[in-house]
């Protein structure tokens, strides 16, 4: 009682109108750092526990109290939907209190901007890279509008903990406070964070206060899970079988018409859709499109209206914003199949079910996208479908193996088990980020000195770990690639080449994007693709499939029409990193003889197949299995990152003493062989090449330039070189492995 006391009137109106019986636990703890403390505070809860308003309650009271002169609270959201969504939510809280709220991104209108730009006040909630267009392209307002900024609340933090889109983040908030001379406190806010000490660290980078970090129990929420899993077609694993265990979820009388062909998995997901409010998570743009398209036939074939939406990156505003309308609209029971896109805290409603098409990379994501449901009263709920090929009867080992099965698997128990999740990984060179920043900052304050350009951006706490000889040879580079040219007075200005890049509106993104195509058909915008193909060929978007009329390679722009059929789609998409904890998992999921309450009856059939021919080969207790004469398997259950290391230690490191050959590699899950050595041969070599000194730079090959990040190409080839070696390799995982492979 004592913090909703504390509470402006207006908050407490809002309480009782949505009659709230109490406050929640996230909101006392929040409360209490907000009001009492002048620490920044890192707030860990669960999806739809209410941490926005655990932030915004205090910090509206204390505007009440004293309103800010200018801009007093910066929201930075990942996307642009999760914005639009909390905007309206902050709207209805902070309209009766007279508080602005406005939000800033590309698909807000000028007018809404305009506004704020001649009344800067209240809250602000903007994307990272509007931010950054915002610094670069209104660098003189900066103090006007952000001078009297009181708090920075960064949603989803744990999103843009892993990449330069983080660094960017705290990059902007860094030069924003300078900028404007203010001294913001920082809030994060995260449902799946796995380290808070480290987190609370990298939020408060460059402050000198304090992070806290309130341990908040989340009361037993109970789930709803199951795991099935699908042959692509032909018999399924559980077939003709009677086993104990749980019976899969009843379907109803009616006999669903199949397409052609039919994976067994599509026609799950068609059935147990039906009459439900569901999300389908699947990893890639190329599969969304391609569940869209089958999903929507199944539609025809059975005479039902299409009841399938599609949501991912590549889509235009008005696809992606008619699906978040259709999911939060309670009378429409449709089912969207989506991306990452609708995996952050966006709330779309009565949700009663999500799928998870395979298994995501990462627990994190597990449990963001499980997050969508288990609100408005019903329990969390996921079902995952898993699928693969059928596996012939003379195939090697590890094919044999149901690796997503494992994957998904050792997700959930790391979670229920351990309530284990991946790490930030702070630990990069992030020298792409430099250039962008570097460029950036030219590009905002006009002519600058080396020195003064150094030491306003080598100071940025993200490039803590760059040193001055490593900017030297950026600038000297830049200089001659004319990025940057100098003035006659020694300075230095942006350059011609430079202004291509600065001038063009990706720039205010960090992040990878693949040179793209913006595809129309008569009046609607569809979406975009890379690499458009030939007039007359088609293409799948928006879970329809396009014939192209016409292709204007000048503009980027592709003129289509409607057609029936079905084909691949393409968008440049790449695979996710997975942490060597979770391969770990993997191993002991086919070591134990446990049975998960999840499984349906393909699963645990799939699943006792994978630990039978992993207990005869012995994979899961010796890394190394002849596969019969000279091929052998190497499963190393390292992460992403640590298995290439590997591969390059075995390759440039190894090949030649043990005569290794036809290397393949299946990352992150085993690499087959041919070696002229024997077993003993193998471990012994590999000890004895790890004992011996190593500098990461041997494991990059030679005259490879390994392209990275978005702004690797601009870089000298040597400090792209050293940020790969330095930063992504996992050598310090590797080289423990190794050792653990001792006496073996």
């Excluded at 889509?315 to 089912?335: G, H, I, P, V, W």
């Excluded at 509106?505 to 058909?521: D, G, I, L, P």
């Excluded at 190894?654 to 193998?682: H, N, T, V």
Aim: with cysteine; net charge negative.
């Amino acid at each position: 009682m004592d913090i909703f006391n504390r509470y402006a009137p207006f908050i407490q109106d809002f309480i009782y109108q949505n009659r709230w019986d109490s406050l929640r636990a996230v909101q006392v703890a929040a409360a209490d750092v907000i009001f009492n403390t002048e620490d920044h505070l890192l707030l860990a809860a669960s999806t739809a526990s209410g941490k926005t308003e655990a932030a915004f309650f205090p910090i509206l009271t204390l505007f009440s109290e004293d309103m800010p002169r200018s801009v007093g609270a910066l929201y930075i959201g990942p996307l642009k939907a999760l914005i639009n969504d909390q905007f309206l939510r902050l709207e209805d809280l902070c309209r009766e209190a007279g508080i602005p709220v406005w939000h800033w991104h590309g698909d807000v209108s000028r007018s809404h901007k305009d506004k704020l730009l001649k009344n800067p006040s209240g809250i602000l909630q903007i994307t990272p890279e509007s931010l950054e267009a915002m610094l670069l392209r209104r660098h003189a307002d900066i103090p006007r509008l952000f001078g009297d900024l009181r708090f920075i609340v960064v949603d989803e933090i744990h999103s843009l903990m892993r990449g330069d889109r983080g660094g960017q983040t705290l990059c902007l908030i860094e030069r924003l406070s300078r900028l404007a001379g203010a001294d913001p406190r920082r809030i994060g806010l995260s449902a799946t964070i796995g380290d808070m000490e480290s987190t609370g660290r990298f939020l408060s980078q460059g402050t000198g206060r304090n992070t806290a970090a309130p341990r908040i129990e989340d009361k037993g929420i109970r789930w709803r899970l199951s795991m099935e899993h699908f042959y692509t077609e032909g018999v399924q694993p559980a077939e003709g079988r009677e086993l104990p265990g749980p019976a899969p979820a009843p379907l109803d009388e009616k006999t669903d018409t199949a397409p052609a062909n039919a994976d067994p998995g599509m026609g799950y997901l068609f059935e147990h859709t039906r009459g439900k409010k569901c999300l389908i998570f699947v990893n890639s743009r190329e599969e969304c499109e391609a569940v869209t398209t089958t999903l929507r036939q199944y539609c025809e074939l059975n005479r039902e209206t299409d009841r399938f939406l599609i949501h991912h990156g590549n889509l235009s505003a008005s696809y992606r914003e008619t699906a978040e309308a259709a999911m939060k609209d309670e009378e429409q029971l449709q089912t969207t199949v989506t991306t990452a896109t609708l995996e952050l805290g966006i709330d779309i409603g009565r949700l009663e079910r999500a799928f998870q098409i395979d298994a995501p990379f990462t627990v994190s994501s597990f449990l963001q996208r499980m997050g969508r449901t288990g609100r408005r009263g019903l329990p969390p709920e996921m079902w995952f479908v898993m699928r693969e090929e059928q596996v012939e009867a003379r195939a090697m080992l590890p094919v044999t193996i149901p690796w997503k099965l494992l994957q998904g698997i050792s997700l959930v128990q790391l979670y229920v088990q351990e309530r284990w999740v991946e790490p930030p990984k702070l630990d990069r060179l992030p020298f792409s980020l430099l250039y962008h920043q570097t460029m950036a900052t030219l590009a905002s304050c006009g002519e600058m000195s080396p020195a003064s350009l150094a030491s306003r951006v080598l100071t940025l706490s993200c490039f803590r770990r760059i040193d001055q000889e490593d900017y030297k040879l950026l600038l000297r580079h830049l200089l001659l690639t004319d990025q940057i040219q100098r003035t006659e007075n020694g300075g230095l200005i942006v350059g011609l080449a430079g202004e291509r890049q600065v001038n063009h509106f990706k720039f205010y993104a960090v992040f990878q994007e693949s040179e793209e195509y913006t595809v129309r058909s008569h009046s609607q915008e569809l979406g975009t693709i890379v690499a458009p193909p030939p007039v007359g060929e088609k293409i799948a978007l928006a879970g329809h499939v396009w014939v192209v009329e016409e292709i204007d390679y000048k503009r980027h722009l592709v003129y289509c029409d409607q057609v029936k059929g079905q084909v691949p789609a393409y968008f440049g998409q790449c695979p996710g990193d997975i942490n060597t904890r979770v391969l770990e998992r993997m191993r002991q999921v086919l070591q134990e003889e446990e049975g998960y309450p999840y499984l349906m009856k393909n699963a645990v059939v799939r699943l006792e197949e994978a630990r039978r021919a992993a207990l005869r080969s012995g994979m899961a207790e010796e890394p190394l299995v002849c596969l019969g004469g000279d091929m052998w398997c190497l499963f190393p259950w390292l992460g992403t990152y640590a298995f290439l290391a590997l591969e390059r230690f075995l390759r440039i490191k190894c090949a030649a003493p043990l005569g290794l050959s036809a290397m393949d590699s299946s990352r992150p899950y085993f690499i087959q062989l041919r070696m002229k050595a024997g077993r003993e041969e193998f471990f012994r070599v590999l000890s004895h090449m790890e004992k011996q000194p190593l500098d990461p730079m041997e494991l990059v090959y030679e005259e490879e330039v390994p392209l990275f990040e978005k702004y690797d190409e601009f870089l000298p080839p040597e400090l792209v070189r050293k940020g790969f070696a330095y930063g992504i390799l996992g050598i310090d995982e590797m080289r423990r492995r190794i050792r653990s492979w001792e006496g073996l």
